[in-house]
């Protein structure tokens, strides 16, 4: 590294162990890394990888009983063993945090602008109270809040997630901090508001001059915004360097199996994922050697004995020695002696002869489904103000065979839709159709019998499995509902076990004994042991790690080519769909307002909703990415008590403003159906004029 | 907190199955036990525990003074070699009535503790499932159960347990023990319900009741273990209290309360009639709550982590 | 807010009202008032006591149901409780009794709060520290303890320091000293003296557990993600905790305040029995001895108003602490 004088941030060597009863774990095990004056560096890697530790480190937030080691030099001053107060001068002036969860990082009893005032007047003492309540309302202001004075007084409670992060940005921002540092910051947000986050932060950045950290699991999120990217990897950081250098010469195996096990909207659809076999090492009992040998299809016997240093490439051209990366043979790859491209096999789809014989019909129909909660209000005397039209006349349709991806932002009513599917009831209105029969006149034994048709597969795999029985227990319930005897129930939970890559001798282990990609394969397995039709999956990866995505979007994809069975498949990561996905539905406050194929649907969305959607995904590509335009939708998601008439898209409508006044007042008095336009169904009157919004 | 989801550690179950051949992964109840084993607080109230059951067991001398002797040499006499925690006004061995006190008194919270533990969960669970009117007119009754101190219903109602023999009386406080309880049980079942493995078994079409038994009640069972341990020093608190005044336990049965009350008069002046009793049941009180507490601290999943 | 705690205070007042109803209807089935009669020497006539239980309104030949309603119409129109079984008015035994009960009462909660509250939040800080773990095994010893047993424990202290003292400090027998001589000064002196241990005994137990209570409490919240937001806009751990750590650890402690008022109401009963003094708990018990409906429903009532008042301040205190519940 050269003179350290330049360099804003540097950590040395830093290691940090926490001591635990079971023995110490050492989460972050020697990062050297350095941020310069306004650079923007990104720091990637998943759970548990030290990536958050490593940044609390650099605050001092760590517990008390965290032991590190290392260095930590910020303006050329050293951090560590500095007193709390010492280091309460710099935090918030010098150097500034934005957490991941946006919901619990504000103090639910303080109002928002006395939180802002308050990082003010702590390192301003001479400020005054009304001089600081009106620069933090001038805060609000700059991360893009509405009427700030207003929101100035109301409480964290009131505020939506991503205006809580924007108010958190105002925190950070508010003694014009040298280094900004984001662990996570979007990660609990929907796509559209992630996009909205990032161009806040971008925008404080422009306006502090500050250095900005972004730690984040999403290679996407960084491809756009930052300079230079490091990976980390069990403690460690594995590979370094520019956007370009890891994006496009990664050097790592970890790097190139990350990125190529990624769903991709720009790839996505047209080939199969590369699973990233096993899972990140325990840091509690690292074996010696390359935490990453057991997982790397090139290991050799070196990689097992010693730990690879994270060292500078041997850049033939010579052009720099920023690009570093912590790998025996990283000279190999780099030399191109080993193909990236090669280096992880991309399966193979279920040969022909396997393949289900399907009759094309249709398995499930759902048709204008509608389910509206009341909205009560008063203490003493309970009275109804309004409606949460949740679900608002949806219709769907799957065939066998098929997936049918249905996606939408959290609130838009996606989750009510399968979960009135589900119930197999009378909906309020409209037709739920299951194999051609309607659900509403069922009796109770028809739609007992029926749930062995229709299973369900849920978002958390931890949650969704009961923790107190064995899995072969829970593999086996739904039998048990439809008095199976034991004898087959046994041979039919080892049948399905085995199919979705499962060891049937597993089957008296619980829960808790196996990791996060193998619990979603119990999950399935349960979902599949009544040999049932359709399969409803709700976000069914989200709660995975990236590099275990792949191995189980490609197992289902398989499984419904052996057993023709139909999904209808929830999720709000557009990639993951595209992967999947045969037809697509987009859903926007309790209404479907674009379906049609996947193909279509992606590649030439007629909705602006769509549009927007699609262009808010940060595609894990730099160059992709730099070239991209955004659509950045305004404020978010409106309540869905609030009935606007006409097109509720309209108030955050890109394409509405481009409209002329004629045009706007189609929007304003008619409320759009669902209707043909080029290869999809959009519910918008101007789908055709949908070029004049710049994509 | 997102520091904790970066250690794998801080959820052991993590651990994953191929990395360590031979070496099972931690399983909850073992790690409950693990935690349990480390805390001082459990070891101090499990000794206590046992040394006073072992005590009230054994620890009457065969041949030595019965409880209902009366040595009539040796009336209102200090501890001693013959009497060791000294004698009543009647010539009474305060150590043989404390010992047979302490039977009734520990008889009684072992069994009423756990009793009122079952009756929370069963009403707990059923209401927090059930929900609607059902759960509205459960948690109702509980209010109004909380609303007045249960001592005050206990002495009104001992006129009828006066008459029946002192087993009813672990009845009476099992059944005036469950509500808070329930309620506790009432919220967690609650948020078990919207539980995606519980929604699952809903959605496949298990019934109600396997639900409750299969799988809300051995999840809650923490919870109830903790209740029950806890329950039992609070029953023989009660069981005391009401004896001392008169509407618990009846002569000719003894229990440390009846031995308190007997002794509260002298409590000034000649202590040991007091204080010995009072002393053991305090122990006896104390050993079960630390067990209780050190309990729920080792099945709560953030203690013992370092929290600043 | 005001709708959330008109809200509460009605259902407080109708639980109330129907726990106090509720005690009625069970004194009636379970005392027996005839029974003090007929073991009386010479043994009445049936007609004379019936008539007597008539003028009380406890006969047990009326029906229940028409019991409480004359009860309840004697309270509603002449806003009386009915006589005792000595013929005095229950309304007026209970004004001669409750101001010593209140005085315990609020005297001792106040102080139990707040020294609970300050523990715990100070054990919660200084978790497993010798300081935590002093007060911890304190309090888990004192929750061992029947309040009697505390009562009476303490006066045995205060024995041992009047007599190495040598002069008469602290008294602990009744509410005052009867028949003393003194001018105003000595009385409220005399009756500060007679206080102060009931008013330990009270305290002791209710600080007990609050400070558990808090203590977990603050727990949940010295790991919240606010407080490290907190600190990362500067202010030190300690600051951190004081400005943003107590203030909402306070949130659930004033709802367990509600729960755990019907505890402190009983171990005041009993520390009132314990230390002879002639309150509401002595009037309860005796009550039940004397099979007394009437007294014995006056108390509950007593207790019921306490309760009512309890739940609704502590429902002010929540409603002002937490913004999210201000609607």
Request: hydrophobic share 45%; glycine share 8%.
């Amino acid at each position: 590294m050269t003179d350290n004088n330049n360099h804003l941030l540097e950590v040395r060597d830093l290691t940090v162990t926490f001591p635990q009863p079971s023995g110490a774990v050492t989460a972050v095990r020697g990062v050297n890394y350095h941020v310069d004056k306004g650079e923007f560096l990104g720091i990637v890697g998943e759970s548990g990888s030290g990536k958050s530790v490593s940044s609390l480190a650099v605050m001092g937030l760590l517990p008390s009983s965290a032991q590190i080691t290392g260095d930590i030099l910020f303006e050329g001053t050293s951090l560590l063993g500095r007193s709390d107060a010492e280091l309460s001068r710099l935090r918030g002036e010098g150097i500034s945090i934005i957490f991941q969860d946006p919901l619990s990082a504000l103090t639910p009893v303080y109002t928002v602008g006395a939180q802002i005032s308050e990082a003010l007047l702590l390192h301003d003492p001479k400020l005054s109270r009304q001089a600081a309540a009106a620069r933090a309302v001038e805060l609000l202001r700059i991360v893009g809040i509405p009427h700030p004075e207003r929101r100035a007084q109301a409480f964290p409670h009131e505020f939506s997630g991503g205006m809580r992060q924007r108010a958190m940005i105002a925190i950070a921002i508010a003694n014009n901090p040298r280094l900004i540092i984001a662990d996570e910051p979007t990660t609990a947000l929907d796509v559209t508001i992630q996009a909205q986050i990032l161009e806040v932060l971008q925008r404080a950045k422009d306006i502090t001059g500050a250095a900005v950290v972004l730690i984040t699991h999403d290679l996407g999120v960084v491809a756009g915004n930052a300079d230079r990217i490091a990976v980390m990897y069990a403690g460690r950081i594995v590979e370094t360097g520019t956007v370009d250098q890891v994006f496009h010469e990664p050097t790592m195996p970890y790097t190139i199996g990350l990125l190529r096990s990624m769903p991709n909207l720009a790839t996505a659809g047209h080939t199969r994922l590369v699973p990233l076999e096993g899972r990140p090492p325990s840091l509690g009992n690292l074996a010696p050697g390359c935490p990453f040998a057991p997982r790397c299809p090139i290991a050799v016997d070196a990689c097992r004995g010693t730990e690879p240093p994270l060292a500078a490439l041997n850049d033939p051209q010579g052009k720099d020695a920023r690009h570093s990366a912590a790998c025996l043979r990283m000279d190999e790859i780099a030399g191109g002696q080993l193909q990236r491209a090669e280096l992880f096999p991309r399966p193979e789809r279920v040969a022909e002869a396997e393949r289900a014989d399907l009759t094309p019909e249709t398995v499930l129909s759902v048709d204008g489904l509608v389910r509206h909660f009341p909205l009560m209000k008063g203490a003493v005397f309970k009275r109804q103000v309004g409606t949460v039209k949740a679900v608002d006349g949806v219709s769907l349709a799957i065939r066998s065979g098929q997936t049918l991806g249905l996606v939408g932002e959290s609130g838009c009513g996606k989750t009510t839709t399968i979960m009135e599917i589900l119930e197999l009831a009378k909906p309020q209105a409209g037709r739920i159709t299951v194999d051609g029969r309607d659900v509403a006149g069922m009796s109770a034994k028809e739609r007992r019998a029926l749930r062995r048709d229709i299973q369900v597969v849920f978002q958390d795999p931890m949650a969704s499995l009961d923790p107190r029985l064995p899995i072969q227990d829970i593999i086996a319930e739904p039998l048990t509902v439809h008095g199976v005897p034991a004898g087959a129930r046994r041979a039919k939970v080892a049948e399905v076990l085995d199919l979705v890559g499962l060891d049937p001798a597993m089957g008296a282990r619980y829960p808790h004994e196996f990791s996060g990609g193998q619990r979603q394969r119990v999950g399935i397995a349960r979902a599949l042991v009544t040999d049932p039709k359709i399969i409803v999956l709700d976000e069914p990866v989200s709660a995975l790690d990236v590099s275990i995505q792949a191995g189980v979007i490609n197992l289902l994809e398989d499984l419904q080519e052996r057993l023709g069975l139909s999904y209808l498949f929830v999720a709000h990561d557009l990639a993951v769909v595209r992967q999947i996905a045969d037809t697509v539905a987009v859903m926007y406050l309790g209404r479907v307002v674009e379906s049609g194929p996947a193909e279509a649907v992606f590649d030439d969305p007629r909705h602006p909703y769509t549009r927007a959607l699609l262009s808010a995904v940060p595609v894990p590509d730099p160059s992709l990415e730099r070239g991209r335009r955004r659509i950045i939708l305004d404020g978010d998601l409106p309540s869905p008590t609030e009935t606007t008439p006409g097109c509720n898209f309209r108030a955050r409508c890109p394409l509405y403003k481009l409209l002329d006044a004629d045009q706007q007042a189609l929007c304003r008095d008619q409320d759009p159906a669902l209707r043909p336009v080029a290869g999809t169904s959009a519910a918008c009157h101007h789908a055709a004029s949908i070029e004049l919004v710049l994509n | 907190m997102e520091v904790l989801n970066e250690l794998p550690i801080s959820e052991p179950i993590e651990e994953p199955v191929a990395a360590r051949p031979g070496k099972k992964p931690v399983s909850r109840s073992r790690m409950v036990l693990n935690r349990l084993r480390r805390m001082p607080r459990f070891w101090v109230g499990l000794v206590g525990l046992g040394l006073v059951i072992l005590w009230a067991i054994f620890g009457l001398i065969p041949n030595a003074w019965n409880f209902t002797d009366l040595d009539v040499y040796n009336m209102g006499s200090s501890p001693s070699a013959t009497h060791w925690f000294g004698t009543s006004d009647i010539g009474e061995d305060i150590y043989a009535q404390t010992i047979v006190g302490l039977r009734k008194s520990l008889i009684i919270g072992l069994l009423a503790g756990p009793l009122a533990s079952l009756i929370a969960g069963i009403i707990g669970a059923f209401a927090g499932y059930l929900g609607g009117a059902w759960d509205k007119t459960i948690i109702w009754f509980i209010d109004l159960l909380l609303v007045l101190p249960s001592l005050f219903l206990f002495v009104l109602l001992s006129p009828i347990f006066k008459s029946l023999s002192w087993v009813a009386l672990i009845f009476l406080l099992a059944a005036f023990g469950w509500m808070i309880m329930a309620r506790v049980i009432r919220a967690q079942t609650m948020s078990l319900r919207e539980r995606d493995f519980i929604k699952a078994a809903r959605f496949m079409g298990v019934g109600t009741w396997t639900i409750i038994s299969r799988h809300i009640l051995p999840n809650v069972s923490s919870l109830l273990i903790i209740d029950a341990t806890l329950g039992v020093g609070a029953a023989i608190l009660a069981e005391t209290t009401l004896s001392f005044f008169g509407f618990g336990i009846q002569a000719p049965d003894v229990s440390l309360g009846t031995l308190l009350s007997a002794g509260q008069g002298a409590a000034v002046t000649r202590p040991w009639l007091f204080v010995f009793p009072a002393a053991i049941l305090v122990w006896t009180v104390l050993s079960a709550s630390l067990v209780g507490d050190a309990l729920r601290d080792a099945v709560d999943p953030t203690s013992g982590v370092n929290r600043d | 807010m005001i709708g959330f705690i008109i809200k509460r205070f009605i259902n407080y007042a109708i639980l109330s009202a129907i726990a106090t109803l509720s005690a009625y209807v069970l004194a009636s089935m379970i005392l027996n008032p005839a029974a003090r009669y007929y073991g009386r020497n010479p043994r009445p006539s049936d007609q004379t006591v019936n008539a007597i239980l008539d003028g009380l309104g406890v006969n047990p030949n009326t029906p229940v149901i028409e019991r409480l309603w004359s009860w309840l119409v004697n309270l509603v129109t002449r806003g009386s409780l009915g006589d005792t079984i000595h013929n005095t008015s229950v309304l007026s035994e209970m004004a001669a009794r409750a101001g010593t009960s209140l005085r315990l009462l609020i005297l001792g909660t106040v102080i139990a709060a707040v020294v609970g509250v300050i523990l715990g939040v100070w054990g919660a800080v200084r978790q497993y520290r010798a300081s935590d773990q002093i007060i911890s095994y304190a309090s888990f010893t004192i929750l061992a303890m029947p309040s009697f047993v505390i009562g009476i424990l303490l006066m045995i202290l205060a024995t041992g320091l009047n007599n190495v003292l040598g002069i008469q400090l602290i008294s602990f027998t009744g509410e005052y000293t009867p028949g003393l001589d003194g001018g105003w000064w000595a009385q409220v002196a005399d009756r500060a003296g007679h206080l102060v241990l009931p008013t330990i005994a009270l305290a002791l137990v209710g600080a007990a557990g609050y400070s558990r209570y808090q203590r977990s409490a603050m727990l949940d919240v010295l790991s919240a993600d606010y407080i490290r937001t907190a600190r990362s806009k500067g202010r030190t751990r300690g600051s951190a905790l004081v400005r943003h750590g107590v203030r909402v650890a306070l949130i659930p402690m004033s709802t367990y305040f509600a729960y755990s008022f019907a505890t402190i109401l009983a171990g005041a009963a009993v520390i009132e029995l314990v230390f002879s003094w002639h309150g509401m708990g002595e009037f309860l018990f005796q009550a039940i001895q004397q099979s007394d409906i009437n007294a014995f429903t006056g108390a509950i009532l007593f207790n019921a108003v306490l309760v009512l008042i309890a739940g609704t301040l502590s429902d002010i205190v929540y409603a002002a602490l937490d913004p999210r519940v201000r609607v």
